[in-house]
């Protein structure tokens, strides 16, 4: 399906609900699915078509000093309404979604947008393409719609751009995407954008810089280059605990284990383009992107598991 099929069809399947439309992403969403969420919301607003966002554990202490997020009109999980018409951003496949997956039994139409090219294509419209986040994506065919590119929905795009591809330094980074961020950040301003940037980054949580110093008291190295590290601590809603381990000058990519509620989250990052981090992440149930990946496992015996977890890594870069 190329963007004037998909366009059409999106077209078709949400000016045409006589009801409002549910959009759903990935549970604990990060700057992608919070800003491509946003984004569609934008764009539907202009569509005059209502809709509603279904944020599953967002870190609203993250997010709540920008103006776009607050404005967004969000749902409850506990909502029993029948939505017949149902979008998902940089949700791979309907497990990512948690308890809200449950609101894509009864819908008629669902629509699938992602940038992970292990996405299971469930959706029964699909715009699934490899590309550096959803933000890009809904960019390659928003030109095709009747909407107009606003500022609140320039920094939402943004916002998806900018954290997935930390800042441009990963390797999803492409000098076309240079160019979409240079209309998108003509649109907002240079004094917005510096605004925006020191937002996302300028600042963590305390609770944050101490759950890195307890990965960095526990980190070994399992093979050359090859970081593994866990957290013996729920880590709530805390993201992006394993960054600072791949900053760590020698380290071609890091693993780190952490406790979630009843879950163990596993998160691999490569910085060395020639490793494949997503098979690693596959082995234990999970996926991604190629030096991007993550995994959920059922939390039983932490030091167990954790020991189980570092022998398949080991294993995995030995081989």
Same mark, same amino acid.
């Given at each position: 399906m190329d963007s004037k099929a998909f366009v059409l069809e999106?077209?078709?399947?949400?000016?045409?609900?006589?009801?409002?439309v549910l959009i759903l992403t990935h549970l604990q969403p990060d700057g992608d699915a919070v800003g491509s969420a946003i984004a569609i919301q934008l764009i539907l607003d202009q569509?005059?078509?209502?809709?509603k966002i279904i944020w599953n554990k967002v870190s609203h202490e993250t997010w709540k000093?920008?103006?776009?997020?607050?404005?967004?009109?969000?749902?409850? +999980?506990?909502?029993?309404s029948q939505y017949p018409i149902v979008i998902t951003v940089d949700s791979s496949n309907p497990d990512r979604l948690g308890d809200a997956k449950r609101f894509l039994e009864h819908a008629q139409k669902i629509i699938n947008i992602d940038h992970h090219t292990d996405n299971s294509l469930f959706g029964t419209i699909n715009w699934v393409h490899d590309a550096s986040s959803v933000g890009e994506l809904i960019d390659a065919w928003l030109p095709l719609l009747d909407v107009v590119y606003t500022v609140p929905l320039a920094?939402?795009?943004?916002?998806?751009?900018?954290?997935?591809?930390?800042?441009?330094?990963?390797?999803?980074?492409t000098a076309h995407l240079f160019l979409v961020m240079n209309r998108l950040?003509?649109? &907002?301003?240079?004094?917005?954008?510096?605004?925006?940037?020191?937002?996302l980054f300028a600042e963590e949580s305390l609770l944050k810089w101490q759950l890195i110093s307890i990965a960095i008291q526990n980190l070994t190295l399992v *093979?050359?280059? &090859?970081?593994?590290?866990?957290?013996?601590?729920?880590c709530g809603e805390e993201d992006g605990l394993v960054d600072p381990i791949l900053s760590i000058r020698g380290v071609r990519a890091a693993v780190l284990a952490r406790p979630v509620g009843n879950?163990?989250?596993?998160?691999?990052?490569?910085?060395?383009?020639?490793?494949? &981090?997503?098979?690693?992440?596959?082995?234990?149930?999970g996926g991604g992107h190629i030096h991007a990946s993550g995994a959920?496992?059922?939390?039983?015996?932490? *030091?167990?598991?954790?020991?189980? +977890?570092?022998l398949v890594v080991e294993a995995y870069f030995n081989e």
């Amino acid at each position: 399906m190329d963007s004037k099929a998909f366009v059409l069809e999106f077209r078709k399947a949400v000016v045409t609900s006589k009801s409002d439309v549910l959009i759903l992403t990935h549970l604990q969403p990060d700057g992608d699915a919070v800003g491509s969420a946003i984004a569609i919301q934008l764009i539907l607003d202009q569509l005059k078509v209502k809709s509603k966002i279904i944020w599953n554990k967002v870190s609203h202490e993250t997010w709540k000093t920008w103006d776009v997020f607050q404005e967004a009109v969000v749902g409850e +999980i506990s909502d029993t309404s029948q939505y017949p018409i149902v979008i998902t951003v940089d949700s791979s496949n309907p497990d990512r979604l948690g308890d809200a997956k449950r609101f894509l039994e009864h819908a008629q139409k669902i629509i699938n947008i992602d940038h992970h090219t292990d996405n299971s294509l469930f959706g029964t419209i699909n715009w699934v393409h490899d590309a550096s986040s959803v933000g890009e994506l809904i960019d390659a065919w928003l030109p095709l719609l009747d909407v107009v590119y606003t500022v609140p929905l320039a920094e939402a795009l943004i916002v998806s751009i900018v954290t997935d591809t930390g800042r441009f330094k990963y390797s999803n980074t492409t000098a076309h995407l240079f160019l979409v961020m240079n209309r998108l950040t003509a649109l &907002i301003g240079q004094n917005r954008y510096f605004e925006l940037v020191n937002f996302l980054f300028a600042e963590e949580s305390l609770l944050k810089w101490q759950l890195i110093s307890i990965a960095i008291q526990n980190l070994t190295l399992v *093979s050359d280059g &090859i970081a593994f590290s866990y957290i013996d601590r729920d880590c709530g809603e805390e993201d992006g605990l394993v960054d600072p381990i791949l900053s760590i000058r020698g380290v071609r990519a890091a693993v780190l284990a952490r406790p979630v509620g009843n879950q163990i989250r596993l998160s691999f990052r490569a910085k060395d383009i020639q490793l494949n &981090i997503r098979n690693l992440a596959q082995q234990f149930g999970g996926g991604g992107h190629i030096h991007a990946s993550g995994a959920t496992l059922p939390l039983t015996d932490f *030091s167990a598991q954790i020991e189980e +977890i570092k022998l398949v890594v080991e294993a995995y870069f030995n081989e």
